[in-house]
């Protein structure tokens, strides 16, 4: 039954599980790391303190961003255009696309595809479709007509918001399909896009709500298919919850300065969970702007970061050798704005390290591993080198650690 619900958080229950690691055999432990190894019992505990998650179970993840109030300006924007939503703003348009689907009947339980490359839309329409507690599915907008077949019938999909051309694709496979446009012109009198104008534009007093818990289904995330047909993983809203928690939030946490000073540069495809986790969620709750890319194109890059004062560049090692080598081109002291870059999905070499930090000697260093499809996970942690090559995980909540490259434990589950 639908209702309006109001949220009221309770921070005070802690998480029970200590964050615990235990060694393999041929681990072995640093010397200057002794204050949080223990040589008897072979375990590597966390110095942070708990990490607490919120304790009451009708929470959702869209009302959890809501609840952190800050004085964000610039929400979005987007890198070729210019075109920008403010916070005041993207709340707005979240809760008139929740007010709008459920016009349409979408309802809990509903599975709703979101098929597009990186839009400052894309958030929108995830959060605005969570917000009524139907479930997400996302898919790579180059993705084929076999792929878009298994994929939505493997979770029942019965709405999708994709690229224009991808429109009649969709409906020949029986499924209702909107157009979202590239640039924010709430203006544009192109008829494609009037049903999501519609929707976000749309007039509305309050959103009628199911009641949502914490361990009800947010996202199906699906695997790379790297050991075969790629699978679905189920997220829920404490998955995503924790996940902002712990690898967001906690992270910002550990600098002096403001996440309202800090600008992102959105690269990462949003359909994939590490931009998903950051871009679409996690950064929201924060204050931060976003600073979107439909494709990656380094020169491209080189040029948002300048224009914007992109401070954080959230990459993957590809992305990162590309980024080093054209800035080294460049020669002096290129990207002054940036603060940190972070790389995930796969380890670096020393050397590639080496060159980053050569080149970029400003720029604090982190390799970030975020896990989420094959797991089912929201997770990450922070690999810190160390003077003798190897590198060690700076651990929170439900983190593992690493001892001279080497995987020596696995997390702790977050459910």
Request: proline fraction near 5%.
């Amino acid at each position: 039954m639908a209702t309006t619900s109001t949220i009221h958080f309770n921070c005070h229950i802690t998480e029970n599980h200590a964050t615990q690691v235990q060694t393999t055999e041929t681990a072995h432990c640093p010397e200057p790391h002794q204050d949080w190894y223990s040589s008897e019992t072979g375990i590597y505990s966390s110095k942070h303190p708990v990490v607490e998650l919120p304790s009451d179970p009708f929470l959702d993840v869209a009302s959890f961003i809501f609840s952190h109030q800050h004085h964000g300006v610039s929400a979005l924007i987007d890198s070729s255009s210019g075109s920008s939503i403010s916070y005041p703003e993207l709340y707005h348009f979240i809760k008139s696309m929740a007010f709008g689907l459920h016009n349409m009947g979408v309802s809990q339980g509903n599975v709703v595809l979101i098929m597009l490359p990186n839009s400052i839309y894309f958030p929108i329409v995830f959060l605005g479709v969570l917000y009524l507690g139907a479930t997400v599915t996302t898919m790579n907008p180059l993705s084929s007509v076999l792929e878009i077949k298994k994929q939505t019938s493997d979770c029942n999909v019965g709405l999708a918001f994709t690229v224009p051309d991808k429109v009649e694709k969709l409906q020949a496979l029986g499924i209702p399909a909107i157009a979202v446009p590239e640039n924010f012109d709430l203006g544009s009198k192109q008829t494609v896009y009037s049903a999501f104008y519609k929707l976000i534009c749309g007039k509305f007093d309050s959103v009628p709500r199911a009641v949502i818990k914490q361990q009800d289904t947010a996202a199906i995330m699906y695997s790379s298919g790297t050991t075969g047909m790629s699978k679905g993983v189920v997220l829920t809203h404490r998955n995503f919850i924790a996940m902002i928690e712990l690898f967001v939030r906690f992270e910002a946490s550990q600098y002096e300065y403001s996440s309202l000073d800090n600008v992102f540069l959105a690269v990462l495809p949003m359909f994939h969970i590490y931009g998903l986790s950051l871009f679409v969620i996690g950064l929201l709750s924060l204050g931060s702007t976003i600073v979107l890319m439909r494709k990656f194109d380094v020169n491209e890059v080189m040029n948002a970061i300048d224009r914007y004062r992109v401070t954080h560049c959230p990459v993957v090692p590809p992305i990162l050798t590309a980024l080093t080598r054209t800035a080294k081109d460049v020669g002096g002291c290129p990207l002054k704005s940036l603060k940190q870059v972070s790389c995930g999905a796969a380890p670096l070499s020393r050397k590639v390290i080496e060159d980053l930090l050569q080149t970029l000697p400003h720029v604090d260093f982190i390799q970030t591993r975020v896990r989420g499809r094959g797991r089912g996970k929201g997770n990450g942690r922070r690999h810190i080198p160390t003077e003798d090559g190897g590198h060690v995980a700076a651990m929170d909540e439900g983190q593992t650690a690493t001892v001279d490259g080497e995987n020596v434990g696995g997390s702790t589950d977050m459910n």
